[in-house]
Protein backbone atom coordinates (compact mmCIF):
# COMPACT_ATOMS: atom_id res chain seq x y z
CA UNK A 1 0.00 0.00 0.00
CA UNK A 2 0.86 3.64 -0.92
CA UNK A 3 -0.03 6.77 1.16
CA UNK A 4 0.62 10.03 -0.06
CA UNK A 5 1.06 13.33 1.82
CA UNK A 6 1.68 16.58 -0.43
CA UNK A 7 3.52 18.97 2.59
CA UNK A 8 1.40 22.36 3.08
CA UNK A 9 3.84 23.41 5.56
CA UNK A 10 8.16 24.60 5.75
CA UNK A 11 10.94 23.30 8.38
CA UNK A 12 8.40 20.25 9.86
CA UNK A 13 9.96 16.87 10.65
CA UNK A 14 8.91 13.51 9.28
CA UNK A 15 7.65 12.55 12.98
CA UNK A 16 6.27 15.94 13.33
CA UNK A 17 3.52 15.70 10.19
CA UNK A 18 3.02 11.83 10.42
CA UNK A 19 1.76 12.52 14.44
CA UNK A 20 -0.30 15.36 13.20
CA UNK A 21 -2.18 12.69 10.87
CA UNK A 22 -2.57 10.53 13.32
CA UNK A 23 0.29 7.69 13.38
CA UNK A 24 1.55 6.94 16.43
CA UNK A 25 5.31 6.84 18.06
CA UNK A 26 5.53 3.18 17.86
CA UNK A 27 4.21 3.32 14.41
CA UNK A 28 7.09 5.76 13.81
CA UNK A 29 9.63 3.54 15.48
CA UNK A 30 8.28 0.78 13.01
CA UNK A 31 8.09 2.48 9.98
CA UNK A 32 11.92 3.42 10.78
CA UNK A 33 13.02 0.32 11.00
CA UNK A 34 11.45 -0.78 7.92
CA UNK A 35 12.42 1.84 5.31
CA UNK A 36 8.10 2.82 5.09
CA UNK A 37 9.12 6.24 4.92
CA UNK A 38 9.66 8.43 1.53
CA UNK A 39 10.54 12.21 0.63
CA UNK A 40 10.13 12.61 -3.36
CA UNK A 41 11.11 8.90 -4.15
CA UNK A 42 13.98 8.77 -1.85
CA UNK A 43 14.08 6.53 1.40
CA UNK A 44 13.94 9.04 4.28
CA UNK A 45 14.60 8.91 8.43
CA UNK A 46 11.74 10.50 10.67
CA UNK A 47 13.98 13.19 11.98
CA UNK A 48 14.11 14.74 8.72
CA UNK A 49 13.22 18.07 7.94
CA UNK A 50 10.52 18.96 4.49
CA UNK A 51 9.74 21.86 3.08
CA UNK A 52 6.06 22.93 1.36
CA UNK A 53 5.17 21.47 -1.85
CA UNK A 54 7.43 18.09 -0.42
CA UNK A 55 6.04 14.29 -1.39
CA UNK A 56 5.88 12.34 1.76
CA UNK A 57 4.75 8.62 1.00
CA UNK A 58 4.49 5.86 3.21
CA UNK A 59 5.26 2.35 1.02
CA UNK A 60 4.54 -0.59 2.24
CA UNK A 61 4.50 -4.06 0.77
CA UNK A 62 1.20 -6.10 2.81
CA UNK A 63 0.37 -8.97 1.36
CA UNK A 64 -2.65 -11.39 2.05
CA UNK A 65 -2.12 -13.98 5.42
CA UNK A 66 -1.41 -17.29 3.46
CA UNK A 67 -3.32 -19.02 6.63
CA UNK A 68 -6.48 -17.33 5.60
CA UNK A 69 -8.81 -19.66 3.62
CA UNK A 70 -11.44 -18.80 1.51
CA UNK A 71 -15.28 -19.16 2.35
CA UNK A 72 -17.28 -18.71 -0.86
CA UNK A 73 -20.85 -17.17 0.95
CA UNK A 74 -21.91 -13.69 -0.03
CA UNK A 75 -20.68 -10.82 0.80
CA UNK A 76 -22.86 -8.28 2.00
CA UNK A 77 -20.45 -4.70 1.16
CA UNK A 78 -21.73 -1.58 2.04
CA UNK A 79 -18.79 0.60 0.91
CA UNK A 80 -15.81 0.65 -0.30
CA UNK A 81 -12.43 2.21 -1.08
CA UNK A 82 -8.76 1.35 -2.10
CA UNK A 83 -8.17 1.56 1.49
CA UNK A 84 -10.66 -0.49 3.50
CA UNK A 85 -14.06 -1.80 3.23
CA UNK A 86 -17.44 -2.03 5.24
CA UNK A 87 -19.28 -5.50 5.25
CA UNK A 88 -22.69 -5.81 6.76
CA UNK A 89 -22.26 -9.29 8.80
CA UNK A 90 -24.91 -11.78 9.32
CA UNK A 91 -26.00 -13.15 12.74
CA UNK A 92 -24.27 -16.65 13.52
CA UNK A 93 -20.65 -15.92 11.64
CA UNK A 94 -17.66 -15.91 13.81
CA UNK A 95 -15.10 -12.72 12.89
CA UNK A 96 -12.21 -14.49 13.11
CA UNK A 97 -10.62 -18.09 12.40
CA UNK A 98 -10.99 -20.40 15.20
CA UNK A 99 -10.86 -24.18 16.00
CA UNK A 100 -14.46 -23.98 15.67
CA UNK A 101 -15.16 -21.91 12.85
CA UNK A 102 -11.74 -22.14 11.50
CA UNK A 103 -13.30 -21.72 7.70
CA UNK A 104 -17.28 -20.07 8.08
CA UNK A 105 -16.08 -16.80 9.69
CA UNK A 106 -15.97 -13.40 8.09
CA UNK A 107 -12.62 -12.68 7.73
CA UNK A 108 -12.30 -16.21 5.46
CA UNK A 109 -15.47 -14.65 3.21
CA UNK A 110 -13.39 -11.68 2.75
CA UNK A 111 -10.85 -13.39 2.20
CA UNK A 112 -12.99 -14.95 -1.01
CA UNK A 113 -13.85 -11.99 -1.86
CA UNK A 114 -10.13 -10.37 -2.21
CA UNK A 115 -9.10 -13.49 -4.16
CA UNK A 116 -11.93 -13.36 -6.51
CA UNK A 117 -11.43 -9.77 -7.55
CA UNK A 118 -7.74 -9.39 -7.38
CA UNK A 119 -7.83 -7.15 -4.03
CA UNK A 120 -4.21 -6.23 -3.21
CA UNK A 121 -3.53 -6.12 0.83
CA UNK A 122 -4.60 -7.49 3.71
CA UNK A 123 -7.26 -7.98 6.16
CA UNK A 124 -7.19 -6.59 9.10
CA UNK A 125 -10.91 -6.09 11.52
CA UNK A 126 -11.29 -2.38 12.78
CA UNK A 127 -14.51 -3.35 15.12
CA UNK A 128 -15.30 -6.33 16.21
CA UNK A 129 -19.07 -8.00 16.63
CA UNK A 130 -20.12 -11.72 18.60
CA UNK A 131 -20.88 -14.82 16.89
CA UNK A 132 -24.58 -14.17 17.17
CA UNK A 133 -24.54 -10.31 16.49
CA UNK A 134 -25.07 -8.86 13.08
CA UNK A 135 -23.81 -5.83 11.64
CA UNK A 136 -21.60 -3.05 10.64
CA UNK A 137 -17.92 -4.17 9.99
CA UNK A 138 -14.86 -2.34 8.89
CA UNK A 139 -12.20 -3.98 6.99
CA UNK A 140 -9.08 -1.90 7.07
CA UNK A 141 -7.05 -3.64 4.01
CA UNK A 142 -3.52 -2.51 5.29
CA UNK A 143 -2.15 -2.43 8.92
CA UNK A 144 -1.43 1.20 8.36
CA UNK A 145 -4.90 1.53 7.88
CA UNK A 146 -5.82 -0.36 10.94
CA UNK A 147 -3.95 1.66 13.44
CA UNK A 148 -4.74 4.81 11.92
CA UNK A 149 -8.40 3.57 12.70
CA UNK A 150 -7.57 2.57 16.18
CA UNK A 151 -5.92 6.10 17.05
CA UNK A 152 -9.77 7.76 16.88
CA UNK A 153 -13.30 6.77 18.64
CA UNK A 154 -15.45 5.51 16.08
CA UNK A 155 -18.94 5.94 16.55
CA UNK A 156 -21.41 2.99 16.98
CA UNK A 157 -25.02 2.30 17.94
CA UNK A 158 -26.86 -0.65 17.55
CA UNK A 159 -30.54 -1.45 17.52
CA UNK A 160 -32.07 -4.60 19.48
CA UNK A 161 -35.31 -5.75 20.91
CA UNK A 162 -35.17 -7.06 24.63
CA UNK A 163 -37.74 -8.52 26.71
CA UNK A 164 -40.16 -6.52 28.79
CA UNK A 165 -41.15 -3.00 28.94
CA UNK A 166 -38.33 -0.43 30.50
CA UNK A 167 -39.36 2.00 33.11
CA UNK A 168 -36.83 4.49 32.34
CA UNK A 169 -37.71 4.89 28.07
CA UNK A 170 -33.61 6.66 28.05
CA UNK A 171 -30.78 6.50 29.94
CA UNK A 172 -27.62 4.96 31.11
CA UNK A 173 -26.24 1.89 32.54
CA UNK A 174 -22.73 2.21 34.22
CA UNK A 175 -22.04 -1.13 35.52
CA UNK A 176 -18.77 -3.17 35.70
CA UNK A 177 -17.92 -6.33 33.15
CA UNK A 178 -15.57 -9.21 33.86
CA UNK A 179 -15.56 -12.63 32.60
CA UNK A 180 -17.90 -15.18 34.95
CA UNK A 181 -15.69 -18.16 35.32
CA UNK A 182 -12.02 -18.25 34.55
CA UNK A 183 -12.73 -20.48 31.30
CA UNK A 184 -16.35 -19.61 30.40
CA UNK A 185 -17.29 -17.20 27.14
CA UNK A 186 -20.19 -15.72 29.77
CA UNK A 187 -19.73 -12.30 31.03
CA UNK A 188 -21.54 -10.69 34.13
CA UNK A 189 -21.60 -7.77 36.19
CA UNK A 190 -19.17 -7.91 39.34
CA UNK A 191 -17.45 -4.98 41.57
CA UNK A 192 -14.11 -5.77 40.29
CA UNK A 193 -15.14 -5.58 36.15
CA UNK A 194 -14.07 -3.45 33.92
CA UNK A 195 -15.76 -0.07 33.66
CA UNK A 196 -18.45 -0.61 30.99
CA UNK A 197 -21.20 2.14 30.06
CA UNK A 198 -24.04 1.74 27.80
CA UNK A 199 -26.45 4.25 26.36
CA UNK A 200 -30.31 3.41 25.61
CA UNK A 201 -33.63 5.04 24.68
CA UNK A 202 -36.48 3.22 23.85
CA UNK A 203 -37.82 3.21 20.06
CA UNK A 204 -40.62 1.43 20.44
CA UNK A 205 -42.50 -0.66 22.64
CA UNK A 206 -44.98 -3.85 21.43
CA UNK A 207 -46.12 -7.37 22.68
CA UNK A 208 -43.96 -6.83 26.29
CA UNK A 209 -41.12 -6.30 24.14
CA UNK A 210 -39.37 -2.88 23.64
CA UNK A 211 -36.86 -2.01 20.63
CA UNK A 212 -33.65 0.02 21.34
CA UNK A 213 -31.27 2.10 20.19
CA UNK A 214 -28.17 1.53 21.89
CA UNK A 215 -24.57 3.69 21.90
CA UNK A 216 -21.45 2.09 23.62
CA UNK A 217 -19.08 3.95 25.02
CA UNK A 218 -17.23 1.26 26.01
CA UNK A 219 -16.59 -1.98 24.48
CA UNK A 220 -16.66 -5.00 26.40
CA UNK A 221 -17.47 -8.77 25.22
CA UNK A 222 -21.30 -8.93 25.36
CA UNK A 223 -21.80 -5.37 26.94
CA UNK A 224 -25.48 -5.09 25.57
CA UNK A 225 -26.36 -8.39 25.84
CA UNK A 226 -25.06 -8.40 29.89
CA UNK A 227 -26.21 -4.57 30.79
CA UNK A 228 -29.86 -5.58 29.53
CA UNK A 229 -29.83 -9.03 31.20
CA UNK A 230 -29.09 -7.65 34.82
CA UNK A 231 -31.62 -5.24 34.51
CA UNK A 232 -34.35 -8.05 33.78
CA UNK A 233 -34.63 -7.16 30.15
CA UNK A 234 -32.36 -9.83 27.88
CA UNK A 235 -32.18 -9.50 24.54
CA UNK A 236 -34.79 -11.44 22.74
CA UNK A 237 -32.69 -14.29 21.22
CA UNK A 238 -30.10 -14.47 23.66
CA UNK A 239 -28.88 -17.87 24.61
CA UNK A 240 -26.38 -17.41 26.86
CA UNK A 241 -28.69 -14.23 29.06
CA UNK A 242 -32.36 -15.28 28.14
CA UNK A 243 -34.38 -17.53 26.76
CA UNK A 244 -33.08 -18.56 23.31
CA UNK A 245 -34.61 -18.35 20.10
CA UNK A 246 -33.80 -19.17 16.12
CA UNK A 247 -31.87 -15.53 16.33
CA UNK A 248 -30.18 -12.88 18.54
CA UNK A 249 -32.00 -9.88 17.59
CA UNK A 250 -29.30 -7.66 17.93
CA UNK A 251 -27.39 -5.47 15.50
CA UNK A 252 -24.82 -2.90 14.83
CA UNK A 253 -26.71 -0.58 12.27
CA UNK A 254 -24.73 2.74 12.52
CA UNK A 255 -20.76 3.75 12.29
CA UNK A 256 -19.14 7.01 12.22
CA UNK A 257 -15.87 7.82 11.44
CA UNK A 258 -13.10 10.21 10.22
CA UNK A 259 -11.65 8.15 7.07
CA UNK A 260 -7.81 7.93 7.85
CA UNK A 261 -6.72 9.39 4.49
CA UNK A 262 -9.07 11.20 2.68
CA UNK A 263 -10.13 13.02 6.47
CA UNK A 264 -14.13 13.16 5.19
CA UNK A 265 -16.55 11.99 7.69
CA UNK A 266 -18.24 8.62 6.97
CA UNK A 267 -21.29 7.87 8.28
CA UNK A 268 -23.13 4.36 7.39
CA UNK A 269 -26.36 2.52 7.89
CA UNK A 270 -27.92 -0.37 7.89
CA UNK A 271 -31.45 -2.16 9.05
CA UNK A 272 -31.55 -5.46 9.83
CA UNK A 273 -34.24 -7.28 7.92
CA UNK A 274 -36.24 -7.93 11.06
CA UNK A 275 -36.32 -4.09 12.08
CA UNK A 276 -39.28 -2.86 9.63
CA UNK A 277 -40.60 -6.20 10.14
CA UNK A 278 -40.92 -5.14 13.90
CA UNK A 279 -42.02 -1.56 13.94
CA UNK A 280 -44.71 -2.57 11.47
CA UNK A 281 -46.15 -4.94 13.73
Keep these: MKIKYLVDQDNITVESYLKNEGFSRKFLRKAKLN ?39 P ?63 IVAKSGIIHHLLSQQNITKKYLTVVEGILEEKKGEINLPIRRAEKINIKRWVFPDGKPSLTYYKVIKEINNKSILEVKLATGRTH ?11 PVVGDKIYGKGGKMLYLHCYYLKFIHPITKKCLEIKTYPKWYEEVLDA
Design 35 to 73: DYIYINGINAKNYEVMKKGDLLEIITDEKLNEEFVPYDI
Design 75 to 137: LNIVWEDEYLLIANKPNNLAIQPSRKHFVDNLISVVTNYYLKNNIPGNIHVVNRLDYSTSGLV
Design 223 to 233: QIRVHMAYHNH
